[in-house]
């Protein structure tokens, strides 16, 4: 479901009772634990944290006037999503990821490239979401990114 939201705490206010609470504790603990350098701010109709132009003038390559990507979360039809564009490009922290998840217990990882699904709000597992935030610098995304790009 792509928002027209301007901001934030609009995208936020237009969600669904039930997806409220969920998006507002992962918006939470991904600012917490988001290293310095990353903003917050509305683009492709989710919430994002990226590297401003202010740290990376050129942009996201694909459409320079916006500032390079790195998280998303989303409230879409059937799920919560969690889009993490390093997990994408660097296999390592994937692997991680996927490790730390089947500890929780939880259920089924259902994870694509750089989306990852939560069908059910409950089981959203913050703690480890921080943990993924936390991991990775503006530099070390821009290191990443700018390697992947020249592929």
């Given at each position: ?137 503006v530099d070390d995304w821009i290191e990443v990114y700018e390697k992947n790009?020249?592929?």
């Amino acid at each position: 479901m792509t928002s027209k939201a301007i901001t934030v705490e609009q995208y936020i206010a237009e969600l669904p009772e039930d997806r409220k609470k969920p998006i507002t504790e992962l918006r939470k603990v991904i600012k917490k634990n988001l290293p310095k350098g990353f903003k917050e701010g509305m683009g492709y109709g989710m919430i994002g944290y990226v590297v401003p132009h202010s740290i990376y003038p050129p942009g996201y390559h694909c459409t320079p006037e916006l500032p390079l990507p790195f998280i998303s979360i989303a409230s879409q039809k059937n799920f919560i999503a969690v889009y993490h564009m390093y997990v994408y490009g660097d296999a390592k922290l994937a692997k991680w990821f996927i490790d730390e998840y089947a500890k929780l217990s939880i259920g089924k990882l259902d994870m694509g490239k750089s989306c990852i699904r939560f069908k059910n709000p409950e089981k959203i597992p913050y703690k480890l979401i921080g943990e993924l935030s936390s991991k990775i610098t503006v530099d070390d995304w821009i290191e990443v990114y700018e390697k992947n790009l020249k592929r």
